[in-house]
């Protein structure tokens, strides 16, 4: 079965760089775009970017692409999303989920606090 | 950039009432090329990641139960819970996949009366 596995929780301080990884598993790695979105605490689900394992494309949302970075290692089956220059507004569960035109696997989810 | 604007915000349903979420697309989002609307519905429950509920606008995901359904077409879409369970308490996110960026409605947050 497809999972989809994310790093660990993260805390930074005001203008650090985070980076979360998410390694896939049960599915055919670099056939399928693997999209980030994030949900801040009392906001909606925020999608930020995604990227094409096979071709290492990638597709950020215009307000996240000075900041964000998505890139993958085909070897270990992951892909990794670095966000840079963090502020609190950055405090947030970040998701990966794989599309299958929509997304119906997901990762079970990186909180990412940031917090001096 | 396709905006997806999802109404009421919030709702408050008796058990076993029917609640009735809407989603508007500011384009059409039906896809020629596969004769579907690429239009998606997702449950949110704190602590989980998103469930994917109704995709194509109308087909439930393997799984759900069948008193979740999804209707509408082009720009104007519903999801129905036909008899709301306590279970049912979420957010509920429709988004639509017909291209890039791929933007969730706000979400409608569903709760027992």
């Known amino acids: 079965q497809v999972q989809l596995v994310q790093s660990g929780a993260e805390v930074e301080k005001p203008g650090a760089s985070v980076k979360i990884s998410c390694q896939a598993s049960?599915?055919?790695?670099?056939?399928?775009?693997v999209h980030w979105v994030r949900q801040a605490p009392g906001q909606g689900l925020e999608w930020m970017g995604c990227i094409y394992p096979k071709t290492g494309d990638t597709h950020y949302a215009q307000m996240y692409q000075d900041r964000v970075t998505m890139t993958r290692d085909t070897s270990i089956n992951t892909v990794y999303m670095q966000f840079n220059r963090l502020t609190s507004d950055d405090t947030a569960v970040y998701f990966c989920?794989?599309?299958?035109?929509?997304?119906?696997?997901w990762g079970q989810g990186t909180l990412v606090t940031v917090s001096s | 950039d396709i905006v997806m604007t999802q109404s009421p915000d919030s709702l408050a349903v008796s058990l076993g009432e029917r609640a009735t979420i809407n989603c508007k697309s500011s384009q059409s989002v039906f896809y020629i090329s596969d004769n579907t609307d690429h239009l998606a519905w997702y449950q949110h429950k704190p602590g989980q990641p998103p469930k994917l509920l109704i995709y194509?606008?109308?087909t439930r995901e393997s799984g759900v139960p069948d008193r979740f359904s999804g209707s509408g077409s082009e720009t104007d879409f519903t999801l129905t819970i036909s008899s709301l369970q306590a279970e049912d308490v979420a957010v509920y996110y429709c988004q639509q996949y017909y291209n890039l960026p791929r933007r969730f409605g706000q979400g409608t947050k569903v709760e027992i009366k």
């Open positions: 194509g606008a109308s």
């Open positions: 989920t794989r599309e299958t035109w929509y997304f119906a696997s």
């Open positions: 049960g599915y055919s790695f670099p056939d399928y775009h």
